[in-house]
Nanobody, 126 residues
């Protein structure tokens, strides 16, 4: 079992930055691939970014490429999502997720992630 707790969300103006954190507890964090997803208001949950257990591979959605960066610190059992140049369309609840099987080259498949956090709200004002 892995427990995930997100933090760092909030209200920010367009063009601003936020860094989300996801702290994991339970089974060894370093064995899990990690992902960030988001659910915009009135829309389906969508993939944002993912990172392999070793941080050797990262994946980022086209909609946030060049603005968002995913990273992890296995010593701190934490994965991060640095969000720069935020836009109103980035407004969503952001979720952290863990995959025990790895995501290989299909990080957008939500069924690969067996553990999810409760989410943190990010609101970008125009």
């Amino acid at each position: 079992q892995v427990q995930l707790v997100e933090s760092g969300g909030g209200l920010v103006q367009a063009g601003g930055s936020l860094r989300l954190s996801c702290a994991a507890s339970g089974r060894p964090f370093s064995t899990y691939a990690m992902g960030w997803f988001r659910r915009p208001p009135g829309k389906e949950r969508e993939f944002v970014a993912a990172i392999s257990w070793s941080a050797g591979s990262t994946y980022v959605a086209d909609s946030v490429k060049g603005r968002f960066t995913i990273s992890r610190d296995n010593a701190k059992n934490t994965v991060y999502l640095q969000m720069n140049s935020l836009k109103p369309e980035d407004t969503a609840v952001y979720y952290c997720a863990a995959s025990a099987t790895g995501v290989h080259n299909t990080p957008t498949i939500q069924d690969l992630y067996g553990y999810w956090g409760q989410g943190t709200q990010v609101t970008v004002s125009s």
